[in-house]
């Protein structure tokens, strides 16, 4: 089973700060099988990337993903304040979806 | 959208069986979507219970499988979530959602909490 590491656990920035998040494979993977969600409290999770790198339908542009091989991001170029939650990133691999642990994106 | 309602019991004795029921609006059960649950327990991360296919193909998260099935029926454009032998371990929020490709969920219900107690 591959497993998935996220980090940060936290991060803690600003408004118009810029956000890198890391997801960490145990073994390299495809990446069109790597997604990466956003999760507001009391809410169900959203999907913003798929495939690594293409946006999710009404995700602006300010949102990307980029990685290959072990070592993926998810990089929010200007932290707008809806922007602040939990990050988790997936992986689809021999017929099941794993998440990551999460990353709480928390405003300083 | 393809919009989704769970619905179910809030509460489950430990021993007993959780069920639960994804309704389906905005599209066809039968539509090419892989229906998905995943859990998360309280104050913790998401962890993914299995899929079916509107064919009754089915996928499961190995750590689950000797105990859950996920069934769909056409007639009432609705899918269905069963685990039996539940314990404490398995209080959670329970998603439905789907997959219409690439490896990805595309879309989820609410959530609803499930708590396993006495």
């Known amino acids: 089973e591959i497993v998935l590491t996220q980090s940060p656990g936290t991060l803690s920035l600003s408004p118009g700060e810029r956000a890198t998040l890391s997801c960490r494979t145990s073994q390299s993977v495809t990446s069109k099988y790597l997604a990466w969600y956003q999760q507001k409290p009391g809410q169900a999770p959203r999907l913003l990337i798929y495939g690594t790198s293409n946006r999710a339908t009404g995700i602006p542009d300010r949102v990307s993903g980029s990685g290959s091989g072990t070592d993926f991001t998810l990089t929010i170029s200007r932290l707008e304040p809806e922007d602040f939650a939990v990050y988790y990133c997936?992986?689809?691999?021999?017929?099941?979806?794993?998440f990551g642990q999460g990353t709480k994106l928390e405003i300083k | 959208q393809v919009q989704l309602q769970e619905s179910g019991p809030g509460l489950v004795k430990p021993s007993g069986t959780l069920s639960l029921t994804c309704g389906v609006s905005?599209?066809?059960?039968?539509?090419?979507?892989?229906w998905t649950w995943v859990r998360q327990p309280p104050g913790k991360g998401l962890e993914w219970i299995g899929e079916?296919?509107?064919?009754?193909?089915?996928n499961y998260n190995p750590s689950l499988k000797s105990r859950v099935t996920i069934s769909v029926d056409k007639s009432k454009n609705q899918f269905s979530l069963e685990m039996s032998s539940v314990t404490a371990a398995d209080t959670a929020v329970y998603y439905c959602a789907y997959s219409s490709g690439w490896w990805r969920i595309d879309n989820w219900g609410q959530g609803t909490l499930v708590t396993v107690s006495s």
């Open positions: 997936q992986l689809y691999d021999n017929s099941r979806y794993t």
């Open positions: 079916v296919w509107h064919s009754g193909s089915t």
């Open positions: 905005g599209g066809s059960i039968s539509s090419s979507n892989w």
